[in-house]
């Protein structure tokens, strides 16, 4: 029996072994990488929780077995689990036990003991069984937790690496940044160094020209003397061909014998140089004195007589082109020349309501060259200053005959008759204007020391004249012989001072421009889509369609540069159209307020009419304004400036930087404002015609009347490689003198242009 017992425990040791056998030969489980994803990565179990953890599994070993082994599989495909076998083992043995106690030839006592050791049997095979499902669920919550792990260290590890990578790209990004600060490092000393070596030449500069100005004894060198004294002579000699030219007009309001005598006389001692000439005209003042005696007698017929002979003189000799300078005059900077007068582009309509017309332009108003201006104007005087006293006129009060609410006050005020002008968006024409409005770019900061109108303010005078009744033909022309004054003289000089105003001026909203619009904002064109701004910008591509406009505007506010040019143009757009017209002095009393309204109703009357009967009416406006400057009311000045920079804030506030401070920008608005009124004095009491006319979007570049911003190139190869216009900024401007008998017309400043291809 004891042999049975050790061949039952050898059995039962036999199938744990083929068991473990079978499971180091099963083949391992290939890994899938998204198994890894989704394993549950709690910690491994221990103690009470294991033992539960192995007691759930032993009970149901054949649904947990299914992720064990192909053997495993095999078994459970079979429906033959652990258990089972043990208990049809058990119940064999049972019924082996039972048969021996019937079966005849055994004694009861060896069946009793064989039935004992089967007993034996059935209880080893049970314990090996419940050790052996022990043992396999052990191995699989080992397994599971191995796999666990594994997980984990995988995933740590790519974490790992994933920060690894990351910390390495920050150390180059760091290492590259560096690299880049050491360069602006090195290229700042550099700027120092340069910079410090510019300041040690500018301190030997200045030394040298102290040292300069110490040795001199007070009087200005040979050369300083030679140039005045030129200067001079080239003024004496334009002021004589002038006096020759103006002779004949001379002669047509003096008719009288001793006039036509004393015209003669003039006219002999500027040809002394023709000796034969010189003798013709002398022989012809003799006559002409001859006559004078008998003028008494029969002063009708003996006018005609002596007024023939000059009239039958061919005309003094001038220059071939009012653009071309005589030979003897000095070659002073001024701005390039148009050439001949003729028919130009069409103009394009401004963004804003008032076509410029009728505007004169000062010959020179810059301390520099103001003797030419002064020369023979009466508008100049000696006198003291008029704002170094009180106001002499009356608090401002509209008369009987106006309201000052009425629409005519109004900027944007145009008569019935007067079309609408097509591209605008601030109304309609103003009807006294001839000129097509234009704008200009950048401009800086006005000079403080002239006075605020640039010239001497005269004793105050008062207009009888334009107080008594509306305008009409017989008391327009007592008005323009009342006022018509004497030549203004235009030379190289004078226009180049015009143009060193103009570019202070956009100078200064350059300056503006660049600290508070500056910014591009790729959604600025669709957030100012509905404002009324939108039509303001839309008219400034005219004469684009308002899709085509619109795509154009977008593209140009997403650019800083561009749109520091669109901004510009506003700004100048409004202050041609508004600033620089005779309307925006309406206001500093009643009878200079009503002399500019009945101005206004003359000018409407002589568009398209030759420059003689235009140029008694900008001489009446200047001596308008020279009345309104000399007796302005103190709060006049501040009020205008408070309206202008008020407007002009409401339409370009859109434009601004989100972070621009609105305090800032008024200030500085202020200032391009008090700017803008001092050069409208100076425009509308010049007495001569100023042109401001806008280059339409879409034509060719001309280097003759334009001047690129973009692109960097010379302005002959963006004409000879035909680039067009894309934007412009500011206008162009000339201005024309019609005070002589021959029209002298001057290019002032170009257009700024930003082009396309």
Known sequence: MAGSERQSVYESADLVALLKKQLENEEPAPYQGGSMLSVDFSTPLGGA??????????????????????????????????????????????????????????????????????????????????????????????????????????????????????????????????????????????????????????????????????????????????????????????????????????????????????????????????????????????????????????????GGADARPYGEMAPPPRPPSVFQAASSRSSAVAPPKFGPLQAGPPRAPSAFSHERRYQGSASSWSSAHGRFAQAGNPFFGNTTSSFTRPPTRRPYQAPTRYKPTAAEFQPGYAPEHAPARPGTAFGHNHHHHHHQPSREYYPQTPTTSRPRYGRPAEATCSLPEYGSAPSSAGNAATARGSLSGPLVHMNEQAVAAWNESIMDFYAMIRAFVERHANVPDPAMAMKMSTLPLWPVLLAIYHPLSAKEAASYLDIHLRADNPKCCLVTRVIIDYIVNRVWVPNAWIGSDDDCTYALLELEKDLEKTQGQPSAQRQPLLDRQAYILDTIIKSEPPAFHKEKIGEITGALMATIQPLLNRLASPADAYRDLEQVADLAWDLSSKILMSRLTFDFRFPEVGTRFSSQSMLPIWPALDPTELQAKHWRVALVTTPVITCRNDTGSNISAHSVALADVYCMQ
């Open 49 to 302: 929780a294991r033992a539960e953890r192995i007691r759930q599994m032993s009970h149901n070993h054949v649904r947990s077995a299914l992720n064990l082994s192909r053997t495993t599989r095999q078994l459970t495909s079979r429906k033959q689990p652990a258990f089972e076998k043990s208990r049809f083992a058990q119940e064999i043995l049972v019924k082996i036990q039972h048969s021996l106690r019937r079966m005849p030839g055994v004694s009861s006592s060896e069946s009793g003991e064989i039935v004992g050791q089967l007993q034996e049997v059935g209880q080893v095979i049970s314990q090996e069984t419940s050790q052996l499902v022990d043992a396999l669920m052990n191995l699989t919550l080992d397994q599971e937790d191995t796999d666990k792990a594994v997980a984990r260290l995988s995933l740590d590890g790519t974490i790992l690496k994933a920060e690894m990578d990351d910390k390495a790209q920050t150390i180059r990004d760091l290492r590259a940044e560096l690299d880049a600060e050491k360069k602006k490092r090195e290229q700042a000393e550099l700027d120092v160094k340069k910079v410090m070596g510019d300041l040690q030449r500018l301190r030997e500069d200045f030394k040298r020209l102290q040292e300069k100005a110490t040795r001199k004894d007070g009087g200005a060198d040979a050369d300083v003397r030679d140039d005045i004294v030129k200067s001079l002579e080239d003024t004496i000699r334009y002021l004589e061909d002038q006096v020759n030219n103006r002779r004949s007009l001379w002669l047509m309001k003096h008719s009288d014998p001793q006039s036509v005598a004393r015209a003669i006389e003039t006219l002999a001692d500027s040809v002394q140089d023709n000796q034969a000439a010189h003798q013709s005209i002398l022989s012809m003042k003799t006559r002409a004195a001859r006559d004078a005696e008998n003028y008494h007698q029969d002063t009708r017929h003996q």
